[in-house]
């Protein structure tokens, strides 16, 4: 049974940049793909990026194309999401998924695991 679990959230001042790590235990993530969620205080969970599972698409949301970058070390089982100029409205808890699949779903219902998620924090 793959398990996900992130890693990598806190506390970071505007302007800042983060890496949050999804780490996978149970299964290897070769097969794959791997999609970033994030939800906001009261509002829906909302996609951010997905990788496909050789790493060789990924995918982002209009809004944060630019700022976030998705890579994967399937040696390591690990997904990143890196973020950069952060801001109060990336303040969120993100999820990562993960979907048996050669696509790059960006739905969340699409995918069958979750990690438990981790608290960004962005404040000055």
């Known amino acids: 049974q793959l398990q996900l679990v992130e890693f990598g959230g806190g506390l970071v001042q505007p302007g800042k940049s983060l890496t949050l790590s999804c780490a996978a235990s149970g299964s290897t993530l070769d097969y794959y793909a791997i999609g970033w969620f994030r939800q906001a205080p009261g509002k829906e969970r909302e996609w951010v990026s997905c990788?496909?599972?050789?790493?060789?698409?990924?995918r982002y949301a209009d809004s944060l194309k630019g700022r976030f970058t998705v890579s994967r070390d399937n040696a390591k089982n690990t997904v990143y999401l890196q973020m950069n100029n952060l801001t109060p409205e990336d303040t969120a808890v993100f999820y990562c998924a993960a979907k048996r699949t050669p696509f790059c779903p960006n739905a969340a219902y699409e995918y069958n695991y979750w990690g438990q998620g981790t608290q960004l924090t962005v404040a000055s």
């Open positions: 990788i496909i599972s050789s790493g060789g698409t990924t």
